[in-house]
């Protein structure tokens, strides 16, 4: 597929990521360097856990890998290779969700035991008269 069909990259490609491709893609003809970029696909992305037989679902994230070939030292055409790295970024933004998952189970902690803490001092100070 030629980098400037974009009729046929946008039936496949998230649109929010269409554009990026394009400017990707021209800059490695112009420069006539090796770029590495990620993009989302339209089609959804699913895996089963083979241990535990959950379902995993998310967005086709692929990683592309684009690099110009040179005839006589000028672009003839850029070759890419594609790896999906759906299962990555879904185990990444799982990560990032039981991140913030434990970081606001420690903050109701620490305010518990504040208030708490609060509350136990008070009942001293009051014994104490």
């Known amino acids: ?19 990026g491709i394009v400017e990707h893609l021209a800059s490695c003809r112009e420069q006539a360097t090796t770029i590495t970029f ?9 895996s089963i856990d083979n241990k535990s037989g959950v ?19 000028q672009v003839v ?3 890419a290779w594609l790896s999906d790295i759906s299962l990555q970024k879904w185990t990444e933004q ?6 913030e998952e434990a970081l606001e189970l420690k903050r109701q902690r620490e305010n518990f035991i504040d ?8 009942r001293k100070l009051i014994l104490q008269y």
């Open 94 to 99: 799982a990560q990032s969700r039981k991140l």
């Open 1 to 19: 597929m030629n980098y400037g069909d974009e009729d046929k990259w946008s039936d496949m490609v998230h649109d929010d990521d269409l554009a």
């Open 55 to 73: 379902t995993m679902h998310g967005e086709t994230w692929i990683s592309c890998l684009a690099y110009p070939e040179l005839e006589d030292g």
């Open 77 to 79: 055409r850029i070759a």
């Open 115 to 122: 208030v708490s803490s609060k509350g136990g001092l008070a």
């Open 38 to 46: 990620q993009y989302r696909l339209k089609r959804p992305w699913s």
